[in-house]
């Protein structure tokens, strides 16, 4: 764990490159003497931006979790420029109009969005507190790159502030069809929000085309492929750029000897079952783990598998514990567990090992090389980069994946056992195939799978985005000064 440098309030600081994010790419963690440092935090995205920005001497705006007044501070190399939210903004930006309207909507209500006037406010109050500090924070002409659906009306904000920026959003999640979008009471605002970027990237293609005809039936706008022409003159691009992990990273940590080692253990531990499956995800309605977990029982039932020879390792990562919906979905899978694990368990045979908790990354790899099948369902998912770090993770090139058709992910891994997850027998009969699968078949799929993530890493993302934002010509960026 490496701790913040001395923390010298930076308030007056400058940068060239700024990530405007809802969160700091750090996470605050109290040591055994009571004394606080920052860790860095697990993910792609820090992976990959934090080499531009060190090398830029770039800014990170962003929330540092808890309602702490905290000042700027510098960690290697990178200023942390923190935003301070309320107890009642937690409530209602994060909890309410981000996870509990956006994030079901723009996932094909896979739960019912909750459309309360209160939280539009506290989004709207938010997003301005961002901008501000963005505009502070940049220098002049210099690049923002404001990230994901808690942000979405930052663009605008800061474009109104400062003409002179060069203005990049990227949406880490689906942006949905339009006949769903516009359920939203405020998709104008949203439209609009989105529209003060020169660029803004989507997973999927399918993503920048429903954002584009939105815009093009709502707003009013000319667009021409990926192109939206503004009154004002300016042009704003929508692409898709599907975002990927830091696969050699990935590849070499779960060549370790220590995580091969752990790998063994793992498998042992289980009772050395012929067949292991595996799922991770945050523990969210997304995901579809409840689908996942009900086809495995049912396999067991019907006598295609048996606990002396296959079993479940399901983590699901605790994630916003306090909205209603993701209490609920804890409750339903511990029950279900406890069902199938009751009926077909034996002792030393669990159906399913069932893990509500969070590892470090080498536990993550571990789990990922001692896993036969790995099984990525969601009902819908902007990219899934569990799916991705399974496939880097597979040295041997063997091991296989099994990929909902509505992951982001499906696009680029196409040797994937592809299934619907709405679909219980096409489940089962999924699962059924991928673990029976010849070793032959199985390295045919992974060998083409390896080399598109190892070709199109989470470096590959950031550098096309980033590249295609200084592409955009000035006097454009500029024409909206009037
Ligand atoms: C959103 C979009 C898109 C999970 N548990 C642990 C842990 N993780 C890590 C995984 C992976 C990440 O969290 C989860 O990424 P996903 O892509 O699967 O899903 P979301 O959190 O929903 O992310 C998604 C993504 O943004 C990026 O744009 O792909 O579609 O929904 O990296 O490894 N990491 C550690 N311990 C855990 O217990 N260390």
């Given at each position: 764990m490496t701790t913040a440098s001395s923390g010298q309030p930076a308030d007056d600081l400058q940068a060239d490159l700024v990530i405007v994010a809802n969160r700091l790419p750090v996470d605050r963690v109290t040591e055994p003497d009571g004394a606080q440092s920052w860790r860095t935090s697990p993910g792609g995205l820090v992976t990959a931006l934090e080499p531009v920005l060190r090398a830029s001497g770039g800014a990170w705006i962003g929330w540092a979790g808890g309602t702490d007044h905290i000042e700027p501070f510098e960690r290697d190399g990178v200023h942390l420029v923190p935003?301070?939210?309320?107890?009642?903004?937690?409530?209602e930006f994060y909890e309410g109009f981000s996870n509990a309207t956006l994030w079901p909507l723009y996932h094909d209500v896979v739960a019912p969005p909750q459309f309360h006037r209160e939280w539009w406010d506290s989004y709207v109050r938010v997003n301005r507190r961002f901008a501000e500090r963005a505009a502070q924070v940049a220098t002049e002409g210099s690049t923002v790159w404001v990230q994901d659906y808690q942000l979405q009306l930052v663009p605008q904000m800061l474009r109104e502030l400062r003409p002179d920026l060069r203005i990049g959003f990227y949406l880490h999640i689906p942006?949905?069809?339009?006949?769903?979008?516009?359920?939203?009471?405020?998709?104008?605002?949203?439209?609009?929000?989105?529209?003060?970027?020169?660029?803004?990237?989507?997973?999927?293609?399918?993503?920048?085309?429903?954002?584009?005809?939105?815009?093009?039936?709502?707003?009013?706008?000319r667009t021409k492929s990926s192109s939206i022409y503004l009154p004002d003159g300016r042009v704003v691009r929508a692409r898709s750029f599907p975002i990927s992990i830091d696969a050699a990273g990935f590849e070499e940590l779960a060549r370790t000897p220590g995580v091969e080692e752990r790998a063994k253990e793992i498998r042992e531990a289980l009772g050395s079952p012929e067949h292991v499956f595996l799922g991770i995800d945050r523990l969210d309605y997304?995901?579809?783990?409840?689908?996942?977990?009900?086809?495995?029982?049912?396999?067991?039932?019907?006598?295609?598998?048996?606990?002396?020879?296959?079993?479940?390792?399901?983590?699901?990562?605790?994630?916003?514990?306090?909205?209603?919906?993701?209490?609920?979905?804890?409750?339903?899978?511990?029950?279900?567990?406890?069902?199938?694990?009751?009926?077909?368990?034996?002792?030393?045979?669990?159906?399913?090992?069932?893990?509500?908790?969070?590892?470090?990354?080498?536990?993550?790899?571990?789990?990922?090389?001692?896993?036969?099948?790995?099984?990525v369902t969601p009902y819908r998912d902007g990219m899934?980069?569990?799916?991705?770090?399974?496939?880097?993770?597979?040295?041997?090139?063997?091991?296989?994946?099994?990929?909902?058709?509505?992951?982001?992910?499906?696009?680029?891994?196409?040797?994937?056992?592809?299934v619907n997850p709405h679909d219980m027998n096409g489940l089962k009969s999924v699962l059924l195939a991928a673990s029976r699968a010849t070793a032959r078949d199985q390295t045919r799929r992974m060998r083409a799978m390896r080399r598109q993530v190892m070709e199109h890493d989470v470096k590959h993302w950031a550098d096309t985005f980033l590249g295609q934002l200084s592409a955009v010509p000035v006097e454009e960026t500029a024409a909206s000064r009037g």
């Amino acid at each position: 764990m490496t701790t913040a440098s001395s923390g010298q309030p930076a308030d007056d600081l400058q940068a060239d490159l700024v990530i405007v994010a809802n969160r700091l790419p750090v996470d605050r963690v109290t040591e055994p003497d009571g004394a606080q440092s920052w860790r860095t935090s697990p993910g792609g995205l820090v992976t990959a931006l934090e080499p531009v920005l060190r090398a830029s001497g770039g800014a990170w705006i962003g929330w540092a979790g808890g309602t702490d007044h905290i000042e700027p501070f510098e960690r290697d190399g990178v200023h942390l420029v923190p935003v301070q939210l309320d107890d009642q903004e937690i409530e209602e930006f994060y909890e309410g109009f981000s996870n509990a309207t956006l994030w079901p909507l723009y996932h094909d209500v896979v739960a019912p969005p909750q459309f309360h006037r209160e939280w539009w406010d506290s989004y709207v109050r938010v997003n301005r507190r961002f901008a501000e500090r963005a505009a502070q924070v940049a220098t002049e002409g210099s690049t923002v790159w404001v990230q994901d659906y808690q942000l979405q009306l930052v663009p605008q904000m800061l474009r109104e502030l400062r003409p002179d920026l060069r203005i990049g959003f990227y949406l880490h999640i689906p942006f949905p069809p339009t006949e769903l979008f516009v359920q939203l009471p405020w998709r104008r605002q949203i439209l609009e929000g989105l529209l003060g970027a020169d660029l803004i990237g989507f997973q999927t293609p399918g993503g920048a085309a429903n954002f584009v005809r939105l815009v093009r039936q709502r707003v009013g706008h000319r667009t021409k492929s990926s192109s939206i022409y503004l009154p004002d003159g300016r042009v704003v691009r929508a692409r898709s750029f599907p975002i990927s992990i830091d696969a050699a990273g990935f590849e070499e940590l779960a060549r370790t000897p220590g995580v091969e080692e752990r790998a063994k253990e793992i498998r042992e531990a289980l009772g050395s079952p012929e067949h292991v499956f595996l799922g991770i995800d945050r523990l969210d309605y997304t995901k579809g783990i409840y689908a996942r977990l009900r086809a495995f029982g049912e396999l067991l039932r019907d006598g295609d598998l048996t606990v002396e020879d296959a079993v479940f390792v399901q983590v699901a990562t605790p994630s916003r514990e306090r909205v209603e919906e993701y209490r609920r979905l804890r409750d339903e899978i511990d029950m279900l567990v406890g069902r199938i694990n009751g009926v077909y368990g034996e002792i030393g045979n669990p159906a399913i090992s069932y893990l509500h908790s969070s590892y470090p990354r080498e536990e993550m790899a571990a789990l990922y090389r001692a896993a036969d099948v790995m099984v990525v369902t969601p009902y819908r998912d902007g990219m899934n980069l569990v799916a991705k770090e399974y496939v880097a993770c597979r040295v041997e090139e063997d091991g296989a994946l099994v990929l909902s058709e509505f992951a982001g992910a499906a696009h680029e891994l196409r040797q994937a056992w592809l299934v619907n997850p709405h679909d219980m027998n096409g489940l089962k009969s999924v699962l059924l195939a991928a673990s029976r699968a010849t070793a032959r078949d199985q390295t045919r799929r992974m060998r083409a799978m390896r080399r598109q993530v190892m070709e199109h890493d989470v470096k590959h993302w950031a550098d096309t985005f980033l590249g295609q934002l200084s592409a955009v010509p000035v006097e454009e960026t500029a024409a909206s000064r009037g």
